[in-house]
């Protein structure tokens, strides 16, 4: 049996554990449908001409995990950004670890999509935003939605601001031979509302594990919101990470991705502009090695005038890793006014590596700024010589040179210790010991 | 301390050198003269050790040893130091992160621990002031959007730190004000000492004034067509390059 006839059969198993008279359960009925009418993604499609989930297809996936675990907090400590302060929520193996966590209710609410979908004062958000934001068309989010039943879920109601920043992590155990998880967060931050997002997805063996996970973002007026993704797992964990984003009138989004690691990693980040003057951040670092895939599908959709995006994307690609960007922008004719810029820069350290990079802009309105630029290139042989001129080794003067390729990422990075935690991901990655932080 | 013998080089096998001697020995000043395109800034890539040219002939060795098979900053560990004609940005990294991070390497090098940060502090202030570099200018980061002239003074100011027994200033001078080259001529000149030396590659009399050379070279077509005192570089400023390439064709 093949994965989708799997998944297929497994919904009705799920389905009698769910509350069937709920709203929520009309929408996986639906998207249960449209996805035994899709089913996988193909090649064949041109949004995933690069990237293959076939062998992933074939792969005997445990799709209801068993739910027995001994993790203590030591075990898994080096995951998390611990030298701050955080709430945390923690899955273990798709089910929540209350032992492992740190919610909250205290005037902001910092808990599970379990509780949003069960207890009665949460209906009013689910009713509002679940699902209004995620795709009823693209078919690894409809599968996503046809399972959803457990992630993080953040509401952040007008005027406030949690005290501290929220780490959301998603552990596998291996306790199974083969898992598949279905994440699904949904995040409200409503005006004028502030808050900072931590996400990692974390195999602790080296069993496979294939994540499909939807997050959606809503950001009313004037909210902001920064969402910091940390990709760097073992390499047999798979992962699409699905967000979508839908932000009013002068919110501002930022979403930072980094990509060290993983077998196969497909980013799909979707941003909507529901309103005026809003402004969208995309950025990202990816450096692999080995034959790690990560692929970045952007979207910005510019749906009202005014507004601006920001993207930019620095990918090192060594061993016989591949990279792709596809990054996609929507100018509505109602759009005037618009600024949106995108920049994607490679660089190639073996002839074995690849970078696929394609700008796609479609733009509508006549009065607009927009501008793209995309580099593929080997690191500079002058700079190199002259760090090492200085008498910095070749291997040293080569990490220096990428922390100064990638710096204009992460210097936007707004929690200092989480900006050291990547520059050590960093100088791990390279084997390098950098006697400073940037 | 540098003996270049008969060296030949090349670019993707175009000759650029074609059998320069010079010998530097410790405590002197050379400066090397000539028109564009003599070879002079290749000259001090060989001796940096950059690996683009390839010796072909001939040999380069410091205090006694052979340099052909050092990596750049192996050379750098022995004590030679090249201020660059066009140093390069290097965007996130500052000038003072550069420069610990330099001088820790050369340390580790040659078996020592880092330098505690007390000491690195106290070099770094005491050279900059005497550079008269300002202390905002040593976060930012490295040559990136720098004027040329501060370019040249952060190059020096590297020198000052570095303590090489080798400098080799390439075109130091240009893009350089009358003020800055003063400051940069002094802070060169508290270099001089008698165990280290200099070689000053330059198109122009005008930073001569102020760092006088016992030596004056010129180059023409890969070669060293003259050598004199500092007599020589006053003749070339009056008369130019002509009546020597004549008398080189000669």
Known sequence: ????????????????????????????????????????????????????????????????????????????????????????????????????????????????????????????????????????????????????????????????????????????????????????????????????????????????????????????????????????????ASLVDNTYISQKDSSVVRVHTFSFGGKLTRNNLNFYQDGERIDSILKGVTILGEKQHVDHHTLVHHAQPNCESHQDYKGIFGERSTGVFNGKIIVDKIAQKTDAFQQNNNILISDKATI?????????????????????????????????????PKKEATALLMYAFANNVLASVRIPELKARINKIIANKLGVRVGFEL | MLKIKNLHASIDDKKILKGINLEVNAGEVHAIMGPNGSGKSTLASVIAGKEEFEIKKGSISMEGEDLEELAPEERAHKGIFLSFQYPVEIPGVSVTNFIKTAINESRKARGMEDMPANEMLKLIREKSQMLDIDRKFLSRSLNEGFSGGEKKRNEIFQMAVMEPKLAILDETDSGLDIDALRIVADGVNKLRSKDKAIIVITHYQRLLEYIVPDYVHVLHDGKIVKSGTKELALELEEKGYDWLKQEAAV
């Open chain 1, 1 to 236: 049996m093949d994965l989708k006839d799997k998944l297929l059969s497994s919904f009705l198993a799920f389905e009698n554990n769910m509350d069937l008279e709920h709203p929520v359960h009309e929408e996986r009925s639906e998207a249960i449908k449209n996805f035994e009418e899709k089913g996988f993604p193909s090649k064949k499609e041109e949004a995933w001409k690069y990237t293959s989930l076939n062998n992933l297809q074939k792969v005997d996936f445990s799709i209801f995990p068993k739910q027995e675990n001994s993790l203590e907090y030591k075990d898994i400590k080096k995951y998390f950004l611990h030298e701050i302060d955080t709430y945390k929520i923690v899955f273990v193996d798709g089910v929540y670890s209350s032992y492992l966590s740190e919610t909250t209710h205290d005037g902001v609410d910092v808990c599970l999509m379990s509780s949003a979908f069960s207890k009665p004062m949460f209906r009013p958000v689910i009713d509002v935003y679940f699902n209004k934001a995620a795709s009823k068309e693209e078919s690894l989010t409809t599968l996503n939605t046809a399972f959803c039943r457990e992630g993080a879920y953040i509401y952040i109601p007008k005027n406030k601001m949690p005290k501290k920043p929220i780490q959301i992590l998603h552990l596998a155990t291996g306790n199974e031979a083969a898992l598949m998880l279905q994440p699904r967060n949904l995040i409200v931050a409503e005006q004028n509302a502030e808050v900072q997002i931590i996400e990692r997805h974390q195999s602790l063996t080296d069993n496979e594990v294939f994540t499909n996970s939807v997050t959606e973002i809503f950001a009313g007026k004037d909210a902001i919101v920064d969402y910091y993704k940390v990709q760097n797992d073992n390499n047999n």
């Open chain 1, 356 to 392: 696929n990079s394609k700008p796609q802009l479609e733009i509508f309105a006549d009065d607009v700024k927009c501008s793209h630029g995309c580099t593929i290139g080997q690191l500079d042989e002058e700079a190199l010589f002259y760090l090492r001129s200085r008498g910095i």
